[in-house]
């Protein structure tokens, strides 16, 4: 075989896959399977249908008029046309308001909350990782260059010079490369002029231009060969990429789920004002009988009782709106949204009421979801799959070290430049190398120590993947129960506000008919106020706390992202640095 294509060949070889790379682990898959099997249990094997959530409403008898005015007295329709005063913001202004729905709340959270912000620089830094750990087998370009001037004495003889009077320019360029299999490969070029002018000493040609070709390969042929040993890193950070894309999904959902929970306590937040101030209102009413009849048959501490009462709701109010106020804050928090920003005194009016449809579930259907779509179930199979990696590279570790050196070098020697390429293309010249080096410690006691850890570290990822599953059905089967719970509190504390506005009612209509009012009554009528405005409350904190336990189950089965439209699509570097504007997702619409 011609000596060129000796060395062209050498170069190919090394890039080709050895018989030491190693299969996948059959028995990491098993353990994963043997982890959901056992968390699926029984059902897993029979699974039952979906089943749609279910409750009991309690019969009051009322007919459809009567339940049109009870309410009309208390319950959401009671509150659709009523204003609600927010009073003075802390700049002393009247509080300013803006409308907005669930859908724009999410999509605000999603643009613009700082925490998103920030988890989208993730993926784009651990992309540059990638790109630093692939760059490791780019080729290189070297050169180097040196003039060497010798006058110098030596120990010479009666008949030759003892000054050495010479110089010497020398001049290389090449590049190389390290190879995906463990190896690495150069090919250089080198030009040497040399001029001796030492006296009494002919020598031929004077001056002179060698150049040489080399193409050199070192490849190990144990320790260290192997594109699975030798692409750890690159295999690590892509690892690391994939784990930076699921924490900004699992971001993304933590902040989607916030801002549907601090939206529905908004709602309840905002109800709780109107609840306040109705029932303050009523209070008044009943407290101006009293005072008008002060002369009559109410006696002073009578008053003073409903004086109290009356001026307790008014406290109530003002810490209703309170915490109106700082769940509109804390909404806007999460929303960031240029036009409201935390710092201003804008209230949130939410829009819509609570609905309270039922939902269909199954959970055997959400576990299946929550394994393939939640984000702490991927980084942990991730983080099982860095632990394999690892292993693979302790593994090769344990190999003696065997390495290849091979080695073709064309040289040509003249007094120009171009009659000394002249025989390199010729092939006058052309030298050989071949050698083997190897070495193993005696004991291999690091490597194997490392190789132990390797396969403890390996063994520990699979109980964290066991665990991670566990508190993800944890949470699955806790978020289910909420919603359970909580729809079937919808329908009783419906219930009990309509049988309270019922109680309420039937006093008013007493109150209309009798003659003379007593304040034992009067003080009935402010029972069964409080008693409405308990249930009415309770209500309101049902129809919240449902949809949030939506939110929850969502977030549960890792389906809060799909179910409402948001693509998650990791930004690059160029779209983060100063220039860009920054769009780490792609929301097509919050449903």
């Not at 306040?276 to 048959?297: H, N, P, S, T, Y």
């Not at 979801?369 to 593994?395: F, K, N």
């Not at 919240?544 to 189950?553: G, K, S, V």
């Not at 930004?571 to 504007?581: E, I, M, R, T």
């Amino acid at each position: 075989m011609p000596a060129m294509a000796t060395s062209f060949c050498l170069i190919l070889a090394a890039g080709c896959a050895t018989p030491f790379d190693a299969p996948p682990a059959a028995e990491l898959r098993a353990s994963i399977a043997q982890t959901v099997r056992r968390e699926l249990g029984p059902q897993g094997d029979n699974p039952p249908p979906p089943a749609a959530l279910s409750r009991h409403a309690a019969s009051l008898d009322f007919t459809a008029a009567r339940l049109d005015e009870l309410n009309a007295i208390a319950g959401p329709a009671a509150y659709e046309d009523r204003p609600l005063d927010a009073g003075a913001d802390l700049l002393g202004q009247p509080a300013a308001t803006v409308s907005l729905d669930l859908a724009g709340a999410i999509t605000a959270a999603v643009r613009h909350n700082l925490i998103v912000e920030g988890a989208s620089f993730g993926p784009a830094i651990s992309r540059a990782d990638v790109d630093a750990a692939n760059a490791v087998f780019d080729w290189v370009l070297f050169a180097d260059a040196e003039w060497n001037i010798t006058d110098a004495p030596f120990v010479g003889t009666p008949f030759s010079p003892n000054v050495a009077n010479a110089q010497d320019l020398t001049g290389a360029v090449g590049v190389r490369k390290e190879l995906p299999t463990g190896g690495s490969a150069s090919i250089s070029n080198r030009l040497t002029y040399t001029d001796d002018t030492r006296a009494n000493l002919a020598i031929s040609p004077d001056p002179s231009n060698r150049a040489d070709i080399i193409a050199r390969i070192d490849h190990p042929l144990l320790r260290g060969a192997g594109r699975n040993t030798t692409l750890a890193e690159v295999r690590l950070a892509e690892n690391a990429q994939a784990t930076q894309v699921q924490e900004l999904r699992r971001t993304l959902i933590d902040r989607v789920t916030e801002t549907e929970r601090a939206y529905w306590n908004l709602i309840a937040a905002r109800r709780n004002v109107q609840i306040r101030q109705r029932l303050l209102e009523r209070g008044i009413e009943v407290r101006d009988v009293l005072k008008a009849r002060l002369q009559f048959d109410v006696r002073p501490a009578e008053y003073s009782d409903a004086v109290a009462r009356v001026e307790t709701r008014r406290a109530d109010v003002i810490r209703a709106l309170n915490d109106y106020r700082k769940s509109s804050d804390a909404l806007k928090a999460l929303m960031n949204a240029p036009d409201w920003p935390v710092g201003s005194e804008t209230l949130v009016t939410p829009i819509g009421e609570p609905p309270d449809e039922p939902v269909t579930f199954s959970l055997f259907d959400a576990m299946a979801s929550a394994l393939q779509h939640r984000p702490e179930i991927e980084q942990a199979i991730l983080g099982i799959e860095d632990r394999e990696i690892r292993l693979e590279v302790a593994e090769n570790a344990r190999l003696p070290r065997l390495d290849l050196a091979a080695q073709a070098a064309f040289a040509g020697l003249d007094r120009g430049v171009g009659d000394a390429y002249g025989q390199i293309a010729d092939r006058d010249f052309v030298s050989y190398l071949l050698g083997l080096e190897f070495e193993q410690p005696i004991g291999n006691r690091p490597a194997e120590a490392a190789h132990t850890r390797a396969r403890l570290v390996r063994m520990q990822a699979l109980t964290d993947y066991r665990r991670v599953v566990q508190n993800v059905f944890l949470q699955l089967k806790g978020a289910l129960r909420d919603l359970e719970t909580n729809y079937t509190l919808i329908e009783q504390t419906r219930t009990a506000r309509l049988a309270a506005a019922e109680n309420l009612r039937t006093l008013i209509v007493q109150k209309q008919t009798i003659q003379s009012l007593t304040p034992e009554f009067l003080n009935l009528e402010f029972t069964r106020q409080d008693s409405l405005a308990a249930a009415e409350l309770a209500e309101i904190r049902a129809l919240a706390d449902y949809n949030i336990a939506i939110a929850d189950f969502d977030a549960a089965t890792g389906l809060t992202l799909d179910r409402r439209g948001i693509i998650v699509s990791p930004p690059d570097a160029d779209a983060l640095l100063p220039g860009a504007a920054p769009a780490p997702i792609a929301p097509t619409e919050a449903q």
